[in-house]
């Protein structure tokens, strides 16, 4: 098999970082797409050590001419590419009533409008060389649901449901559309984040930072995923257990058992929080 050319957004840090370093080992060339110039050039360096080819393009999400620009520069320079990963992503978190519509903004404009934007302005070209793969980063949020997190869930189910779209309308131009859904790792997410209180930043940071596994873990079942052709990539055996619950135990069973589970954790910082004081 010739080397293939991958294209990963946000993949300067955390996720994206280690799928870019999984793709490297294995002989692809990789360009980074990422907002970050002084992460996007360390993380070239460490990937130009293991030997292949590797190019930072300053890349927001938000704005479909920087992705435009990033598949310019693929095609004048490695003539295409091969997979496309759309992982750049925020959080939001807090109460529905407390979040700002600018902050629904964001985490749409970025979180789902991001995705889109990299799955249309690639699809024609990977049309025009009669294949290849579309990766796009949701999470176990776009499948079960936690409270006081509507804006994230609602934009990661959002991609989900895009990518499961997608599998049908381009299976006929031999293009591959995976779904990753990771649930809780140790990243970066919770430090850009924007939460409408300070009880809900300290959950999810919580979660995030006492997570069992980091991102070099999640990437490579991505990455073994990904080559195995797969269509949802669940990262997390206690996640894929809780989503088959949902999918086969009657919805009224289910929420009862999700009600007592979340009662149970409020219980838990309820406690830690009076400690506290």
């Given at each position: 098999m010739k080397p293939q050319r991958v294209f990963i957004t946000g993949g300067a840090s955390?996720?994206?970082?280690?799928?870019?370093?999984?793709y490297a080992r294995a002989?692809?060339?990789?360009?980074?797409?990422?907002?970050?110039?002084?992460?996007?050039a360390a993380i070239i360096k460490d990937l130009q050590q293991?030997?292949?080819k590797a190019h930072y393009v300053p890349c927001d999400v938000r704005q479909e001419g920087d992705i435009e620009c990033a598949a310019?520069?693929?095609?004048?320079?490695?003539?295409?590419?091969?997979?496309v990963i759309n992982n750049a992503g925020v959080a939001q978190m807090g109460p529905?009533?407390?979040?700002?519509?600018?902050?629904?903004?964001?985490?749409?404009?970025?979180?789902?409008?991001?995705?889109?934007?990299?799955?249309?302005?690639?699809?024609?070209?990977?049309?025009?060389?009669?294949?290849?793969?579309?990766?796009?980063?949701?999470?176990m949020a776009g499948l079960l649901y936690l409270p006081k997190a509507a804006a994230y869930n609602a934009t990661k189910a959002a991609v989900v449901a895009l990518s499961?779209?997608?599998q049908l309308e381009l299976a006929a131009d031999n293009i591959q559309v995976t779904v990753a859904c990771p649930a809780f790792?140790?990243?970066?997410?919770?430090?850009?984040?924007?939460a409408s209180d300070a009880e809900s930043e300290r959950f999810t940071k919580r979660l995030v930072e006492r997570a069992r596994v980091g991102p070099e873990e999640i990437a490579g079942k991505i990455f073994d995923g990904v080559a195995r052709g797969e269509t949802h990539i669940l990262t997390h055996a206690d996640s894929r257990k809780a989503w088959r619950m949902k999918r086969y135990l009657p919805y009224a069973w289910y929420l009862s058992l999700i009600r007592r589970q979340v009662a149970r954790i409020e219980a838990r910082m309820q406690?830690?929080?009076?400690?506290a004081v």
């Open positions: 955390g996720l994206g970082r280690e799928l870019a370093l999984c002989g692809a060339s990789v360009l980074i797409g990422d907002i970050d110039a002084e992460r996007g293991t030997g292949v310019v520069w693929l095609r004048a320079n490695w003539g295409g590419v091969d997979i529905i009533a407390d979040i700002s519509l600018d902050d629904w903004q964001w985490v749409v404009d970025i979180n789902l409008l991001g995705v889109v934007r990299g799955c249309k302005v690639f699809t024609p070209m990977l049309r025009e060389q009669a294949g290849g793969k579309i990766v796009n980063v949701a999470s499961e779209t997608l790792f140790r990243t970066d997410l919770a430090k850009h984040m924007r406690k830690r929080k009076e400690v």
